[in-house]
Nanobody
Framework: QVQLVESGGGLVQAGGSLRLSCAAS????????MAWFRQAPGKERVSVAA????????YYADPVKGRFTISRDNAKNTVYLQMNGLKPEETAVYYC????????????WGQGTQVTVSS
């Protein structure tokens, strides 16, 4: 099992930047990939970015391509999401998730961190 703790959320003006962190603990060696999702009020949770922990392959949702960067520090068991050029519509709770063990989907989730972008 793995535990995930997000940090770095907050209030930022439109066009600003934030960096989210997701620290993993527990049996992290069995983690295949990690991802960031977000859920805006009244909307479904959607994928933002993902990264494979071995090889480092990345995925970005179309709305964030060119502005967000996902990265990892395997020694610290931490994944980051650098968010630049933030827009008010990106106000949401951002969740970190891990694909652990033989799971086909993300099966461990953090508690979420609030990101609020003011216009």
């Amino acid at each position: 099992q793995v535990q995930l703790v997000e940090s770095g959320g907050g209030l930022v003006q439109a066009g600003g930047s934030l960096r989210l962190s997701c620290a993993a603990s527990g049996r992290t060696a069995s983690t295949l990939s990690m991802a960031w999702f977000r859920q805006a009020p009244g909307k479904e949770r959607v994928s933002v970015a993902a990264i494979r922990l071995r090889g480092g392959g990345t995925y970005y949702a179309d709305p964030v391509k060119g502005r967000f960067t996902i990265s990892r520090d395997n020694a610290k068991n931490t994944v980051y999401l650098q968010m630049n050029g933030l827009k008010p519509e990106e106000t949401a709770v951002y969740y970190c998730a891990a694909q652990w063990g033989s799971a086909a989907e993300y099966n461990y989730w953090g508690q979420g961190t609030q990101v609020t972008v003011s216009s």
